[in-house]
């Protein structure tokens, strides 16, 4: 495998990770809009989607951590080889943005009206524009 290689394979699994820990919000919204509406007949498929929804929630903080363990490596890996990005710059410091403000608000804050929520909530979506146009145009 070379160092290219590498650096991909990391970039996607941190991107996955990222993808995961989004996916708090997603299967929340899902949920809410679409499987509550759901009749008794689909029961099978609600508890199906719930027992996901649940596994997506309570693994929230880990796929978090992970996304940013697998971005610093990718990070080494990208540094040692001299082959920086402006647009990996940007999505390293968002992803450390919003993992800060997630540790802030599950161990020191708590408070889930807190400040510290809304800008968690919208960075995600910063992130994922900057990580697609990252993840396509290799010379940004
Ligand atoms: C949230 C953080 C990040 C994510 C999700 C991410 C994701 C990715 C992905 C998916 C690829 C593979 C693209 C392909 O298939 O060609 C990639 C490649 C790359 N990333 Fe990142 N990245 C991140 C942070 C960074 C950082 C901090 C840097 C360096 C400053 C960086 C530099 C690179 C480089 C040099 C490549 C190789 C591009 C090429 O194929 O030539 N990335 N990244
Ligand atoms: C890739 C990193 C992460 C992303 C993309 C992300 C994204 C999100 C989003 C979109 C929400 C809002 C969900 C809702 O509307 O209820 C949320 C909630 C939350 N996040 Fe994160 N997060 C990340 C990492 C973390 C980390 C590392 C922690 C803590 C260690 C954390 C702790 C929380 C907490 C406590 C909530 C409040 C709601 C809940 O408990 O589910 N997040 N996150």
New binding site residues.
Partial sequence: MGT?DL??L???T??LF?CLAFFNYVVKVVNKRCINKLGKEKKQFVDNYRKIMKLVIKNHKLFGII?LVT?LI??YV??S?H???????I??L??LAIVILGVYGAFINKNKKGVWLKIHRILPFI?LIV?II??TF?QS
């Fill in positions: 290219l650096i991909r990391l970039g996607w941190t991107a990222f996304a971005m990718h990070f990208v540094f080889a082959l920086l990005r402006l647009t990996g710059i999505s390293a968002l992803l992130l990580i990252h993840a290799r």
